[in-house]
C-alpha cells in the first residue's frame, strides 16, 4: 500500500475506509473494476486518468478541492495527469 500521506492511494484508501466501504463496494459504485482501486491504493498507478478520479470523487459523494494541510477536503486536480490535446490531420 501507498504509505505517504501525501499520496493518491493512501488519501483514496483514508475515503474509502471513512465511507465504510470495500474495494469492491467502491469499484462497484464508481463504475471502476476491483483491481483498478487496488492498484491505485497499492501504488501500482501514481497518476490516475482525470475520468477515474471523477468517478471515484463521485462515488465518495466528496468534491471541491483537496490539500494536504486541509485534509477534510478532497482534490482530485491535483493527483490527475495533464493531457493535451492531440491535433490530428
Do not use: N
Amino acid at each position: 500500500m501507498a504509505s505517504d500521506e501525501r499520496s493518491f492511494g493512501y488519501l483514496l484508501r483514508r475515503y474509502r475506509l471513512a465511507a465504510l466501504l470495500t474495494q469492491e463496494q467502491l469499484a462497484e459504485r464508481a463504475h471502476l473494476s476491483h483491481r483498478t482501486i487496488s492498484d491505485l491504493e497499492g501504488g501500482a498507478k501514481h497518476s490516475p486518468r482525470r475520468d477515474t478520479v471523477l468517478l471515484l470523487a463521485d462515488a465518495l459523494e466528496r468534491s471541491g478541492d483537496w490539500s494536504p494541510r486541509s485534509p477534510d477536503r478532497w482534490t482530485p486536480k491535483r493527483y490527475v495527469r495533464s493531457r493535451q490535446p492531440t491535433s490530428r490531420r
